[in-house]
């Protein structure tokens, strides 16, 4: 069974978020419990388990994603590795690529210049007050907040770059947080540097204490730009160790277009199957 680990949001290996990415041979998913053990043995922020589906569903393809330890129902960089991998080993055709996921069909676009599009619903995004504990578990002034709805990502925007640049938080702080996890962000400081918005994505309760760029987490951070920018089509950079970019388009539907490149560093056999 063939098993990758790819770098997303990046053309550079050993930068963006990598993703384990397993091409399942069968028509059904595998037992949950192995899965689950695979995504911990990667122990990479997600892994994607990808399989074909029958003629006339509305997708060619099922997917999930696990941390190493939960299952979630949103991952950016992973659908990105996913397709970047269908591509190149001739799987997917040269148009959008469909997935069925936990939130729904999600869609995959090859662009000529060798980039991904992810077509994903935007995050519902609700004035929040700043939790009492917050502040203190970043060990920064926090601006203001906003809920995410079903994405359920707590987003706190900070002074600077230089501040979100230099957060060393209290992650156990952080695990306490009502939220699957904390995004912090703040405005370029030189948009001539080539972005419009700097973040950092911590979720230490879903295994991941800090992950190295968050597609799902940009659903949010490009509606929160957008409004204050006055533009639809932005770039964010996640100032992680890693680092990576990605471009982001609001659509009138309600969807944000996630683009980014992608680059395989990895590609083996996983000899312990279902």
Same mark, same amino acid.
């Given at each position: 069974?063939?098993?990758?680990?790819?770098?997303?949001?990046?053309?550079?290996?050993?930068?963006?978020?990598?993703?384990? #990415?397993?091409?399942?041979?069968? /028509?059904?998913?595998?037992?949950?419990?192995?899965?689950?053990?695979?995504?911990?043995?990667?122990?990479?922020?997600?892994?994607?388990?990808?399989?074909?589906?029958?003629? &006339? /569903?509305?997708?060619?393809?099922?997917?999930?994603?696990?941390?190493?330890?939960?299952?979630?129902?949103? @991952?950016?960089?992973?659908?990105?590795?996913?397709?970047?991998?269908?591509?190149?080993?001739?799987?997917? &055709?040269?148009?959008?690529?469909?997935?069925?996921?936990?939130?729904?069909?999600?869609?995959?676009?090859?662009?000529?210049?060798?980039?991904?599009?992810?077509?994903?619903?935007?995050? $519902?995004? $609700?004035?929040?007050? #700043?939790?009492?504990?917050?502040?203190?578990?970043? &060990?920064?002034?926090?601006?203001? @907040?906003?809920?995410?709805?079903?994405?359920?990502?707590?987003?706190?925007?900070?002074?600077?770059?230089?501040?979100?640049?230099?957060?060393?938080? =209290?992650?156990? %702080?952080?695990?306490?947080?009502?939220?699957? *996890?904390?995004?912090?962000?703040?405005?370029?400081?030189?948009? %001539?540097?080539?972005?419009?918005?700097?973040?950092?994505?911590?979720?230490?309760?879903?295994?991941?204490?800090? =992950?190295?760029?968050?597609?799902?987490?940009?659903?949010?951070?490009?509606?929160?730009?957008?409004?204050?920018?006055?533009?639809?089509?932005?770039? *964010?950079?996640?100032?992680?160790?890693?680092? *990576?970019?990605?471009? @982001?388009?609001?659509?009138?539907?309600?969807?944000?277009?996630?683009?980014?490149?992608? #680059?395989?560093?990895?590609? *083996?056999?996983?000899?312990?199957?279902?």
């Amino acid at each position: 069974m063939l098993i990758s680990i790819i770098d997303a949001f990046t053309s550079r290996p050993f930068s963006g978020n990598p993703a384990a #990415v397993c091409l399942l041979e069968g /028509e059904d998913w595998p037992d949950e419990q192995w899965m689950r053990q695979v995504a911990r043995e990667m122990n990479l922020s997600e892994t994607a388990f990808v399989r074909p589906l029958p003629a &006339g /569903e509305p997708a060619e393809w099922a997917l999930r994603w696990f941390t190493p330890m939960t299952e979630i129902a949103l @991952c950016g960089h992973a659908t990105l590795a996913t397709t970047h991998l269908l591509c190149g080993r001739g799987l997917a &055709g040269t148009g959008p690529v469909r997935f069925s996921t936990l939130s729904g069909v999600l869609t995959a676009t090859p662009r000529p210049d060798g980039t991904i599009s992810l077509d994903f619903p935007a995050a $519902q995004l $609700q004035p929040a007050e #700043v939790p009492a504990d917050l502040a203190e578990a970043l &060990g920064a002034r926090i601006v203001q @907040c906003r809920r995410t709805g079903p994405l359920n990502i707590l987003l706190a925007e900070l002074r600077s770059e230089h501040t979100v640049r230099g957060l060393s938080p =209290d992650l156990a %702080a952080i695990t306490r947080q009502d939220a699957r *996890g904390v995004a912090v962000t703040a405005p370029a400081a030189d948009p %001539a540097d080539g972005y419009d918005f700097v973040s950092r994505y911590f979720a230490p309760a879903a295994g991941v204490p800090e =992950d190295p760029v968050t597609g799902s987490a940009h659903t949010a951070l490009a509606p929160f730009w957008a409004e204050r920018i006055g533009r639809e089509t932005l770039t *964010g950079y996640q100032a992680s160790p890693r680092g *990576g970019l990605v471009r @982001c388009t609001l659509t009138d539907a309600g969807r944000v277009l996630l683009s980014g490149r992608a #680059v395989t560093v990895v590609e *083996g056999t996983l000899l312990s199957t279902p």
